[in-house]
Nanobody
Framework: QVQLVESGGGLVQTGGSLRLSCAASGRTCSNCAMGWFRQTPGTERELVATVRGYGGAPYYADSVKGRFTISRDNAKNTVYLQMNSLKPEDTAVYYC???????????????????WGQGTQVTVSS
C-alpha cells in the first residue's frame, strides 16, 4: 500500500506560480509511474502530467504544456508539479496518483492508477 499526501495548493493571481508536492509513504514507489490529475465540479478527473517509473520523457496535457513541469525526487519519495503562468482555467482540485509496480510506460488515464492522494485546491484569480 502506498499513501500519497499532496501539499502546496492555494490562491494565486493570474500569471503567478505554485509548486505542488506529493509525498509517498508506505510501500516503496521509487519506480512507480506517477501522475498529477485535476478535477472541477461536474467534470471527470483529467490528466495534467505524468512521469514514468523510469526512463523516457514525461507527458503533459496540451493545456499545460510549456507552463507546468513534473519532476520526481526518488530519495525523498516525492513528486512535484511546478505550475507557472497560471490561468483561471487552471483552477481545480489537484490529485497525485501512483501506479503500483515498476514501469517505463506512460499511463494517461485515471483508472490506470492504483493510489490517490486526498487532493489540494488550486485557485487562480483573474
Amino acid at each position: 500500500q502506498v499513501q500519497l499526501v499532496e501539499s502546496g495548493g492555494g490562491l494565486v493571481q493570474t500569471g503567478g506560480s505554485l509548486r505542488l508536492s506529493c509525498a509517498a509513504s508506505g510501500r516503496t514507489c521509487s519506480n512507480c509511474a506517477m501522475g498529477w490529475f485535476r478535477q472541477t465540479p461536474g467534470t471527470e478527473r483529467e490528466l495534467v502530467a505524468t512521469v514514468r517509473g523510469y526512463g523516457g520523457a514525461p507527458y503533459y496535457a496540451d493545456s499545460v504544456k510549456g507552463r507546468f513541469t513534473i519532476s520526481r525526487d526518488n530519495a525523498k519519495n516525492t513528486v512535484y508539479l511546478q505550475m507557472n503562468s497560471l490561468k483561471p482555467e487552471d483552477t481545480a482540485v489537484y490529485y497525485c496518483a501512483a501506479r503500483a509496480g515498476s514501469s517505463s510506460y506512460l499511463y494517461t488515464r485515471a483508472p490506470e492508477y492504483d493510489y490517490w492522494g486526498q487532493g489540494t485546491q488550486v485557485t487562480v484569480s483573474s
